[in-house]
């Protein structure tokens, strides 16, 4: 099926530090999204971004993240600066339509903020 | 998330037993409910989804059934086996986004 790609799979870093995670989406989707899950829990929505604009964020989108995907690039997550309530696992999604179509999730990437 | 919700959160099935994971959403305007499943480790993954003008879908051991009046949904997997535990997701779409149920954990023991 349709593959989104996440970059790096595991990142560990001091708290405080800015992070930047990677999606490369479904190469002809439109819609984009990161979602929240601290292990076990559930999937939790933070921001839905479209035509270089986000969309819709959620409360758990604080002022310290930022979400771009600048010339059709990766779309990316960057959060700065880092707190501990920030380790978690982060997925990003994309999907061809907004709300009614498939939402295909990449391989999640592992944050860990010490 | 508030506009769906999940239940049961833990589920504990025999092997070969049947499992059903029942879901209801606020937004009598959703038309599209599709269903994760997540492996440890993993990410969630399509496994069926059912949009609005039908009431029942199956394939390959899931099925799904839509009430619309009731605004409730539901997952049943028949003969469940080992493999088949795992965090399971309900969603709903409303005003364009989707909203995720909180999960099921399906424990299936041999």
């Known amino acids: 099926g349709p593959k989104v790609l996440q970059i790096p799979s595991h990142q560990i870093i001091d708290m405080g530090q800015m992070v930047t995670l990677n999606c490369d989406p479904v190469?002809?989707?439109?819609?984009f999204y990161w979602y929240k899950q601290i292990l076990g829990q559930q999937m939790e929505f933070l921001v839905n971004f479209y035509n270089g604009k986000v969309m819709e964020k959620s409360k758990l989108f604080k002022d310290q993240f930022s979400v771009e995907r600048p010339d059709g690039s990766y779309f990316t997550l960057k959060i700065q600066p880092t707190a501990l309530e920030d380790s978690a696992v982060y997925f990003c999604?994309?999907?061809?339509?907004?709300?009614?179509?498939?939402?295909?999730f990449g391989p999640g990437t592992r944050l860990l903020v010490l | 998330g508030e506009q769906v919700e999940q239940l049961p959160s833990i589920l504990r099935v025999q092997e070969g037993s049947s499992a059903s994971i029942n879901c209801t959403y606020e937004?009598?305007?959703?038309?599209?409910f599709p269903w994760y499943k997540q492996e440890p480790g993993e990410n969630p993954k399509l496994i069926i989804d059912?949009?609005?003008?039908?009431e029942r879908k199956q394939t390959q051991g899931l099925i799904v059934l839509l009430d619309k009046k009731a605004k409730r949904f539901s997952l049943h997997i028949t003969d469940t086996q080992p493999g088949d535990s795992a965090m399971y997701f309900c969603a709903a779409n409303s005003n364009n986004r989707i909203f995720f149920g909180d999960g099921t954990q399906l424990v299936v023991k041999p």
């Open positions: 059912i949009r609005s003008n039908m």
């Open positions: 999604a994309s999907s061809s339509y907004r709300g009614q179509d498939t939402q295909y």
């Open positions: 937004n009598s305007a959703s038309n599209y």
């Open positions: 190469s002809n989707h439109l819609y």
